[in-house]
């Protein structure tokens, strides 16, 4: 689980402080924790909140406006899987004791911000992999019963077996034999379907079966029909699961070709036809032996998925018409370039896999540098053509700790978007062995990477424009950061600003922000355009002044206005660092610069905060235009936040509009601005037509 990427964690805090509750969800958000905060005051509003479905319940031990007692008894009565924990001084054995005995999954220390952290982290865990359980139980059961209804539609012969007996058979198998019913085959023996001549080999493999050992794909026999007839025909064997058992599903096909005819149509079946490597389907199969290998008998393997660089480019040189010979000509270098063992496959569109059975990390690593090498150091020949194509590949090395066909390919999914994403023509292997060195490389790539967009200007903006429902005159538009990849591509800032984060960088991006922002507003001034606008700066601008200054030295630099930039900052940010928030505004007054909250709302107080801390724009969280449209609640919590910005004299903008149900809310509410892809989407382009 990504936590604060993927999800929000919905998250009730019961404590008599609003302060000490805050805290807590700022040390969570501080984390890299997406939080939906809720306080209740009184028992009906805890109440209410549980019905809400939240994730986890923090209770501080000792609370009186909602007693701990009276959250742990609405908790259990509400019947959800719901944890609570308990927010108390310090932990001694007493204190374990009644935690325990209240029904608390646990307790955590109040001012001990990483012991919050790591054990909402690991409750949130559990939560989530308790909920995806009952989801897979059910996702089972339904499986199963749709598997069975389509097993007994099928036209294949098809039977369960169980230590040798039938416990299942669908209509064709039971044709096929000369049966009318499953009761006359029921717990009857496979070697009753088995003609005489091969009954001591087939008794041996039932033998085989019974000690353990993996079933074979296919196997040859002789069968026999209930009157006697003998006819040829090929049984595949899988491991199965039938009503809670472990057993062996057959699949029966009758050789009606000579056997040779028919292995060779089989090895059709198997293969791509338009590169001769085995198709996707057959691929998966070996990839499943492979993984099931590694979780039951500790084995490694490594597995590469393979993927021609700027792919739509060489079609464009060589014309649309041409992809087969193209794919054709990489399958062929591919094929050149590996050892015969390796097992290759055609695995998408233009993607390629390849599988080496109990490969070492070292010989993972050596495959995929010798694949690698083999494109980037030669031309392809696609007709009378010569093509220079560079390839990205994702490793896994396939072991215990990744047994998943799942994660294995998610993890090389990923690992070839990175490649890409960094120009192409690289490797990203990873393995669970070793992932603290491969983590260590891969970010250091990334770090060159945003220092030499830094010294190169290779970052861009885009802009998505900012709409009044109420028809204010002027232009406004929000602009976003990119960096320019190798080939001019376009990377969005989610590859690279947790990582510019982790290493110091984002002062020195904030500053090319600002910069390039004030350069863009002096531009428009001079060809008599008065643009506002908004971009996002972070919270490490606000430890020092350099940002200010260099805010002065651009707009007298470019002769820009100042009035006309908003600077916005997370108002989780703000209220951790209130004190350097309020004075970073104060000196960017002085040069007429605005400053802006967003994700405004998804505190437990957020009103509180503009008390302290003037702001122009308040960008709502954009949580709250999930389902807008149909949510009572979002639509309450919105009217609110309007109403008392209003009040104020603060404008508000709602982001990531999606529908004109969305809209009519939002106008409704009195929302001043909104933005989203239902109205404009985000260009390189400043040409929005305002009205």
């Known amino acids: 689980m990504q936590f604060g990427k993927d999800a929000a964690l919905r998250l009730v805090v019961v404590d008599d402080s609003v302060e000490a509750a805050e805290g807590v969800v700022s040390a969570l958000r501080n984390a890299g924790i997406a939080v939906r905060p809720s306080r209740p005051e009184n028992a009906d509003e805890l109440t209410h909140q549980i019905t809400q479905s939240p994730d986890l319940v923090l209770v501080g031990r000792g609370a009186k406006l909602v007693p701990t007692q009276l959250v742990l008894q609405s908790v259990a009565s509400s019947g959800k899987d719901l944890p609570v924990l308990l927010l108390v001084d310090q932990i001694d054995e007493a204190g374990l004791l009644d935690a325990a005995s209240m029904g608390a999954r646990g307790v955590v220390l109040r001012h001990r911000n990483e012991h919050i952290v790591s054990t909402v982290r690991a409750e949130w865990a559990d939560l989530e992999a308790r909920r995806a359980l009952r989801k897979l139980e059910f996702q089972v059961r339904e499986t199963e019963r749709r598997c069975d209804a389509l097993i007994e539609s099928s036209r ?91 057993c062996l599903q057959l699949v029966l096909r009758r050789q009606e070709l000579d056997p040779d005819l028919a292995r060779e149509v089989e090895e059709l079946r198997q293969r791509d036809q338009a590169t001769g490597l085995l198709n996707r389907p057959t691929f998966l199969r070996a990839l499943e032996d492979a993984v099931a290998d590694a979780a039951q008998n500790s084995t490694h393997s490594g597995f590469l998925l393979i993927e021609p660089d700027y792919y739509a480019r060489l079609l464009q040189d060589i014309g649309l018409d041409a992809s087969d ?82 994660a294995v390919l998610a993890r090389a999914t990923q690992g070839v978007q990175s490649c890409v994403g960094m120009g192409g023509n690289r490797i990203e292997l990873f393995d669970p062995g070793a992932v603290d060195r491969a983590e260590e490389e891969r970010v250091q790539a990334w770090v060159d990477r945003i220092r ?46 947790q990582i510019a984060e982790e290493n110091g ?54 002769g820009s206005d100042g009035s006309l930039l908003v600077v916005q900052l997370p108002e989780s940010k703000v209220f951790t660092n209130l004190r350097a928030a309020q004075e970073f505004q104060a000196r960017a007054a002085r040069s007429g610069v605005r400053v802006g909250l967003e994700h405004f709302g998804a505190g437990l107080n957020s009103f509180q905060l503009l008390a302290h801390f003037d702001t122009d724009f308040l960008k709502i969280d954009r949580t709250f235009m999930e389902s807008l449209g149909t949510s009572v609640e979002h639509q309450k919590r919105l009217r609110e936040i309007t109403d008392k910005a209003r009040a104020l004299g603060k404008r508000t903008i709602a982001e990531h509009v999606r529908d004109a149900q969305s809209m009519s809310v939002l106008f409704g509410a009195g929302v001043d601005y909104a933005q989203g892809f239902f109205l404009a989407g985000v260009s390189t382009a400043m040409d929005y037509e305002f009205g």
């Open 156 to 246: 294949d012969p098809i039977a369960y077996i169980h230590e040798g007996m039938h416990i299942r058979a669908n209509a064709a198998y039971l044709e096929t034999f000369g049966y009318e019913s499953f009761d006359e085959v029921e717990g009857t023996s496979i070697l009753d379907m088995i003609a005489p001549s091969h009954v001591e080999p087939f008794k041996a493999l039932l033998k085989k079966l019974s000690k353990g050992e993996p079933p074979p794909p296919r196997v040859e026999v002789e069968a026999r029909t209930l009157d006697g007839n003998q006819f040829p025909a090929v049984m595949e064997f899988t491991t199965a699961m039938y009503e809670g058992e472990h």
């Open 325 to 406: 010979d193209v794919v054709a000509a990489c399958a062929s270098r591919l094929r050149d370039s590996v050892a015969e063992d390796v097992v290759l496959a055609r695995f998408g569109e233009h993607q390629f896999a390849a599988l080496a059975r109990g490969a070492t990390h070292e010989v993972t690593q050596a495959l995929a540098e010798q694949i690698r090498t083999a494109f980037s150091e030669h031309v392809i020949e696609v007709g009378n053509r010569s093509l220079n194509a560079t390839i990205s590949v994702g490793g896994v090395q396939v072991g215990e700790k990744i047994a998943s066909v799942t």
């Open 505 to 558: 960088l984002l002062w020195e991006i904030d500053r090319w922000v600002v910069g390039r922002a004030l350069e863009v507003i002096g531009e428009r001034i001079k060809t008599g355009k008065r643009t506002t606008l908004l971009v996002k700066i972070t919270e490490s601008s606000l430890q020092d002044d350099s940002l200010l200054k260099h805010i002065e030295e651009q707009i007298t630099k470019h």
């Open 452 to 497: 030499d967009a830094l010294d190169s200007d290779r970052f861009t903006m885009a802009y998505q424009p900012l709409v009044s429902l109420h028809g204010e005159p002027g232009e406004i538009y929000e602009a976003y950061l990119r960096m320019k990849g190798d080939q001019g591509e376009l990377v969005a800032p989610l590859a690279f600003l």
